[in-house]
């Protein structure tokens, strides 16, 4: 255990010696970015195929045992629970009441977009950085005498642009599915007030 510990460390001491001074700042760059999408997809996450119409019939019925899971199941509980109190300005109740699950629906979707634009340029930054030390060994005469050298730095100089495409792509398209999701989590939201809201329309005067 404690080898392969030591010889996980060793490689990714050598990672950072090939792309230089700016695999630190990738390294924290795909934490965040992960951090981003984990937190995103809890959130969105939707157990259970039922619509918005069965959740509100479900938990209006009392045929709910179980917590609510997912943000959209939990907004319709909170939402029942709400409408059985019968209170005055129901809709703006409810909105006030979602104002937390739809800030969720937003968290971290603009770290997560930042991430995604500056880890390339990161990784573009590292192997321009390379690329001048590999030419000005050239300008020294360092690498002359040595078969392969100049090959070998230029292949290190383009590791960190490798590692920073690595780090966006997945980024760019697990985010873009997310963004899906948020948006019809918004359109199930707004029908679970739409159908509470004309549910309690003939006593929206009660308090």
């Not at 938990?59 to 045992?65: D, I, P, T």
């Not at 002359?144 to 760019?172: C, D, Y």
């Amino acid at each position: 255990m404690l080898a392969a510990f030591e010889s996980s460390l060793s490689q990714v001491a050598s990672y950072i010696e090939v792309g230089g001074y700016v695999m630190p700042a990738l390294a924290a760059a795909s934490l965040l970015l992960w951090f981003g999408i984990g937190y995103r997809l809890s959130a969105l996450r939707r157990p259970g195929k039922r619509g918005v119409g069965q959740l509100i019939e479900a938990h209006a019925g009392g045929m709910v045992s179980a917590r609510p899971r997912g943000l959209v199941e939990r907004a319709a509980a909170d939402g029942v629970a709400i409408w059985r109190k019968r209170p005055r300005h129901l809709r703006r109740r409810l909105d006030a009441a979602f104002a937390d699950a739809e800030t969720d629906l937003k968290k971290y979707s603009r770290l997560i977009k930042a991430l995604v634009i500056a880890a390339p340029l990161m990784g573009l930054l590292g192997t321009v950085n390379g690329m001048v030390e590999t030419f000005d060994a050239l300008a020294d005469q360092r690498m002359i005498s040595q078969s392969g050298s100049i090959a070998a730095g230029i292949s290190k100089a383009l590791f960190a642009t490798q590692l920073g495409l690595a780090v966006a792509i997945p980024g760019l398209f697990v985010n873009g599915a997310l963004e899906r999701r948020a948006r019809e989590t918004r359109r199930e939201l707004e029908q679970i007030k739409n159908i509470l809201s004309a549910r309690a329309a003939p006593s929206t005067e009660h308090a």
